[in-house]
């Protein structure tokens, strides 16, 4: 079992950076494969970013590809994910995921954190 919480979403003007974490208890963290998912109000859950357990090869959505950048800390138990020039578009909860394999789809997520609601003014 493995526990996940996110932090550091909020309210932002377009054009700002936000850094997310993401905090993971239980199991050993560094044997998961993690990433960062997001749902729009409205829409379905979408991949973002993920991150492998092995090698931390990462892996990005067109959508933010140049923009965000998923990362790892093994030593805290912690993923990350840095914002850059956010975009209406990118407000959405924000959920951190982990799974035993490499995650670019929600059906390969065997855990899921709460979310952090990421807010983009125009």
């Known amino acids: 079992q493995v526990q996940l919480v996110e932090s550091g979403g909020g309210l932002v003007q377009a054009g700002d950076s936000l850094r997310l974490s993401c905090a993971a208890s239980?199991?050993?963290?560094?044997?998961?494969?993690m990433g960062w998912f997001r749902q729009a109000p409205g829409k379905g859950r979408e991949f973002v970013a993920g991150i492998s357990r092995s090698d931390g090869r990462t892996f990005h959505a067109d959508s933010v590809k140049g923009r965000f950048t998923i990362s790892r800390d093994n030593a805290k138990n912690t993923v990350y994910l840095q914002m850059n020039s956010l975009k209406p578009e990118d407000t959405a909860v924000y959920y951190c995921?982990?799974?035993?394999?490499?995650?670019?789809?929600?059906?390969?997520?065997?855990?899921w954190g709460k979310g952090t609601l990421v807010t983009v003014s125009s």
């Open positions: 239980g199991r050993t963290f560094s044997s998961y494969n």
């Open positions: 995921a982990a799974g035993g394999v490499i995650l670019v789809a929600s059906r390969d997520v065997e855990y």
